[in-house]
Structures are given as structure tokens and as C-alpha cells.
Nanobody, 127 residues
Framework: QVQLVESGGGLVQAGGSLRLSCAASGLTFRNYAMGWFRQAPGKEREIVAAINWSGGSTYYRDSVKGRFTISRDNAKNTVYLRMNSLKPEDTAVYYC????????????????????WGQGTQVTVSS
């Protein structure tokens, strides 16, 4: 049974930092690209960042470029999202997701193309 378990969310003041983690089990982690998505109340789920199987290719949505960093440790079956200079508009439930792909380049795909999802972790940024 595949499980993706996020942790590291919480309440932080604007300008602060958080590091999200997503621990995967039940799958061959290195065969999957990983993505972080977020969903704010009343809004659609949107991709935040993605990383290919090896960690050699990454993608960031424009609004988080230079502030967020996605990384992975295949030995630990874990993907991370380091979030710096947080803004109130970053407030959302953050989800990690796994897409079966061994492409050398990260694919920019929508939520429906991901195979597995975590349960989400709340990030709240106060002004």
C-alpha cells in the first residue's frame, strides 16, 4: 500500500520559514517524480514545485521562485520543500504527490497526472 505522509506545516509569521517533508512508502521511490501542490480555500489545487526522479531537474511556479526549494533524498524516500520569506498568500493546505516517471526532465503536468497523494499539511502565514 502506497503512503505519502507530509509533515512540517504550521503557523508562521510573514517573512518566516518552514520546511515540509513527505515520506513515501510502498513504492520504489526513485521511479517517481514528486510534486508539491497547494490548495487555498475556494481555489483550485495548484502546483508549487516538482522534481524529477534523480533530483536533477526541478520546476517552480513563478510566485515561489527564489523563495522555495524542492529537494529529495532517495535513500530516505523523502521529498522536501523548503519555504523561505513566506507571505500570507502562501497560506494553503500543501500536498505532496508522486508521478511514475524516470524522465531526466521534470514534467509539468496537472494534478490528474499524479498517481498518489498525501493527506496534506496546513501552512498558515500571518501578516
Amino acid at each position: 500500500q502506497v503512503q505519502l505522509v507530509e509533515s512540517g506545516g504550521g503557523l508562521v509569521q510573514a517573512g518566516g520559514s518552514l520546511r515540509l517533508s513527505c515520506a513515501a512508502s510502498g513504492l520504489t521511490f526513485r521511479n517517481y517524480a514528486m510534486g508539491w501542490f497547494r490548495q487555498a480555500p475556494g481555489k483550485e489545487r495548484e502546483i508549487v514545485a516538482a522534481i524529477n526522479w534523480s533530483g536533477g531537474s526541478t520546476y517552480y511556479r513563478d510566485s515561489v521562485k527564489g523563495r522555495f526549494t524542492i529537494s529529495r533524498d532517495n535513500a530516505k524516500n523523502t521529498v522536501y520543500l523548503r519555504m523561505n520569506s513566506l507571505k500570507p498568500e502562501d497560506t494553503a493546505v500543501y500536498y505532496c504527490a508522486a508521478e511514475r516517471s524516470i524522465s531526466p526532465f521534470v514534467r509539468i503536468v496537472g494534478p490528474n497526472d499524479y498517481d498518489y497523494w498525501g493527506q496534506g499539511t496546513q501552512v498558515t502565514v500571518s501578516s
